[in-house]
């Protein structure tokens, strides 16, 4: 099928994807704390230095959002500034929080609010954070304040954004705060996480019952890399049993399934999301290595010789994200793609990488599966955590010197796109000739 002429359904949200830390300025949570200690953000940056939404950058984004055609945006609300000290509740950054989600309604754009998108009030981490057991109910009356004060505004909630890469990355491989090295915590927060979701869930259609309410789930594609090997086969099956399917299956059959414990039932869990979020970005060759007993003797890499993004971001793989929406049909839950995007600072990639990934969305439509909304990683250039800077994923460029804007041919690429509601023939030719008209869809 030629990659042009691609019509999505009416009522489809065409959205970007943002989050408090990376766009906001922060000072007040564990990861604002963590940036200011040497050698912790690769390109020296922090994320005050950011979009500046707090100070009212936003009004200008969310016009050129509304411009671009936009008719959705996921954001998320940052714990620290609304409950900054435990048990009490700021209301003047709640007072800010509704001036933006109104200012996202006045321009015809529905807003999918984020709870938990991986920073943490101070005062949470002193009290063991994550870790603990009480993070369960105090997250549950987060969300309920969340509700309380943002419900006639918001129907579209996603609890938690990527569980696992949030565990992972900083309690299993210790690469972000608090930088720890533990199987045993990685699955702890692991589940505590998914706990936290549902004690959530439950609380939040208790106070809002038509609220759709799900997780923003992060999941790759783990391909063997010697197909033929059995155990590469095997490796890329543990990979993705760890990374993928325990943050997966939970919210849908409830049950905890081991290694998070010994298949314990829990019954908030059962059936606890309104739809499903995926994230997604690129896929993993998996191999067998004796020489890697702390990734339970596995190795994960890109596949050599593929089309590459940024130096250590992964492979281009449009067709993962057919295959894993596919993969979430029988779920029987509507999907929401919450994020997709590709680190390119020069912007020659991404156009390309639009056109191939919502041609794998289409085919995934044509064939079924109930997507009901794109999110793309991001609206600005922001704070990307680790990379500060260095890793460039929005469509509009932004200036830290100056803070001006300046949208991206990518940009103008996705408002054609979302105004027309389709893929358009000669959108190929116009954007990413370079790309040339062998696809892959």
């Excluded at 993705?240 to 849908?252: G, I, K, T, Y």
Aim: proline share 6%; hydrophobic share 40%.
């Amino acid at each position: 099928m030629p990659l042009g002429d691609r019509r999505f359904p009416p009522g489809f949200r065409w959205g970007t994807a943002t989050a408090a830390h990376q766009f906001e300025g922060q000072l007040t949570n564990d990861w604002s704390a963590w940036e200011q200690l040497p050698d912790k953000i690769r390109d020296g940056t922090n994320s005050s230095e950011s979009c500046a939404w707090w100070s009212g950058g936003y009004v200008g984004d969310f016009d050129l959002a509304q411009s671009l055609g936009q008719n959705a945006l996921r954001l998320s609300i940052e714990w620290s500034r609304i409950e900054p000290r435990e048990g009490q509740w700021n209301d003047v950054a709640i007072a800010q929080y509704r001036r933006m989600l109104g200012a996202l309604r006045e321009r015809g754009i529905e807003p999918m609010v984020t709870l938990f998108h991986f920073t943490s009030p101070r005062w949470l981490v002193e009290l063991g954070g994550w870790e603990s057991a009480d993070i369960v109910a105090r997250f549950a009356r987060f969300a309920a304040k969340a509700v309380e004060a943002f419900g006639d505004c918001v129907h579209l909630w996603c609890t938690i954004n990527e569980p696992n890469v949030y565990a992972a990355s900083s309690f299993l491989l210790g690469q972000w705060p608090p930088q720890k090295q533990s199987v045993r915590a990685f699955l702890r927060v692991t589940r505590n996480q998914l706990l936290a979701h549902a004690s959530a869930y439950r609380v939040m259609h208790d106070l809002q019952p038509k609220a759709q309410v799900g997780l923003a789930q992060h999941l790759r594609v783990f391909d063997p890399y010697r197909p033929e090997r059995m155990l590469d086969r095997w490796a890329a099956r543990l990979q993705d049993s760890l990374f993928n399917r325990l943050v997966l299956e939970a919210p849908a059959d409830g049950v905890l399934h081991f290694p998070l414990a010994l298949n314990r039932r829990v019954p908030d869990l059962l059936d606890s999301q309104d739809y499903v979020g995926l994230n997604y970005y690129s896929r993993d060759m998996a191999a067998f290595s004796a020489r890697n007993p702390r990734l339970l003797f596995t190795d994960r890499f890109p596949m050599p010789g593929a089309d590459y993004s940024m130096e250590g971001w992964g492979e281009i793989y449009p067709h993962g994200l057919y295959r894993l929406l596919k993969r979430l049909q029988p779920y029987g839950k509507p999907v929401y793609v919450t994020e997709c995007g590709v680190p390119d600072n020069d912007d020659s990639q991404r156009p390309r990488f639009l056109l191939t990934h919502l041609a794998a969305l289409h085919r995934a439509l044509l064939e079924g599966v109930p997507v009901r909304g794109f999110y793309f990683w991001s609206l600005v250039d922001n704070f990307e955590w680790a990379e500060g800077f260095g890793a460039r994923f929005g469509l509009i460029h932004l200036d830290l010197a100056t803070g001006q804007r300046t949208v991206k041919s990518s940009g103008h690429l996705y408002g054609e796109i979302c105004r027309a509601g389709a893929i358009a023939p000669g959108m190929l030719e116009r954007y990413a000739p370079a790309a040339g008209a062998d696809q892959p869809y």
